[in-house]
């Protein structure tokens, strides 16, 4: 069954950088867009990015373009977040998540467990 | 930005009550609505997606209804499992969530 595993989270000063990764498995990862969501108790969840099956489409929100970067390995069934400038508001709980869609980006349809990233001095 | 709106924010029904959560976008969404469910400490999990389709082995007493700005997800008959928090979503321009509606069993 589809498997999706994030790590990378942790503790992370205002302004510095952390890599999130999510590792695929149980699907053909190659011909799937795939999102990163986060979600907070307060603001509740926020979609952050989105890459097409290909690399060669990618959206980002609002509150990360420009600090964000969403990029996949699809030779290591593996999905990158680059969070860069880290804000206190940046801190959530970040989910890894898959289209349903073959070749689409549509609709979420299979989520991670999420992985940790809180932003603190 | 669309926002999403759903209300209420917190419902408790019992065993065997019709539920409805409702949900309305900021602008017509055509019908890019989708629905979650998420149990405490589990990530969310789709339930229904186009307003009315419902994902493989998702129960057919969950439903969705609507078109444009305004939607709702049905319980046809509540069931134990059937707590936790449900959040709609719009994928019409760009993903936009709902702040959630939890559901509590009495």
């Known amino acids: 069954q589809v498997q999706l595993v994030e790590s990378g989270g942790g503790v992370v000063q205002p302004g510095r950088s952390l890599r999130l990764s999510c590792v695929a498995s149980g699907f053909n990862f190659n011909i799937y867009g795939m999102y990163w969501v986060r979600q907070t108790p307060g603001k509740g969840l926020e979609w952050v990015a989105v890459?097409?099956?290909?690399?060669?489409?990618?959206y980002y929100a609002d509150s990360v373009k420009g600090r964000f970067t969403i990029s996949r390995d699809n030779s290591k069934n593996t999905l990158y977040l680059q969070m860069s400038s880290l804000r206190a508001d940046d801190t959530a709980e970040y989910y890894c998540?898959?289209?349903?869609?073959?070749?689409?980006?549509?609709?979420?349809?299979?989520w991670g467990q999420g992985t940790l990233v809180t932003v603190s001095s | 930005d669309i926002q999403m709106t759903q209300s209420p924010s917190t419902l408790s029904a019992s065993v065997g009550d019709r539920v409805t959560i409702t949900c309305r976008a900021s602008q017509t969404i055509s019908t890019w609505l989708a629905w979650y469910q998420q149990k405490p400490g589990k990530s969310p999990k789709l339930l229904i997606y186009k307003v009315s389709t419902l994902n493989v082995g998702v129960p057919s007493r969950f439903s969705g209804s609507g078109s444009g700005t305004e939607f709702t997800l049905t319980i046809s008959s509540l069931q134990p499992d059937d707590f936790g928090t449900y959040y709609c979503?719009?994928?019409?321009?760009?993903?936009?969530f709902g702040q959630g509606t939890k559901v509590e069993i009495k």
């Open positions: 979503q719009q994928y019409n321009t760009q993903w936009t």
């Open positions: 890459m097409s099956y290909d690399g060669t489409t990618k």
């Open positions: 998540a898959k289209d349903r869609i073959v070749g689409g980006i549509t609709v979420i349809d299979d």
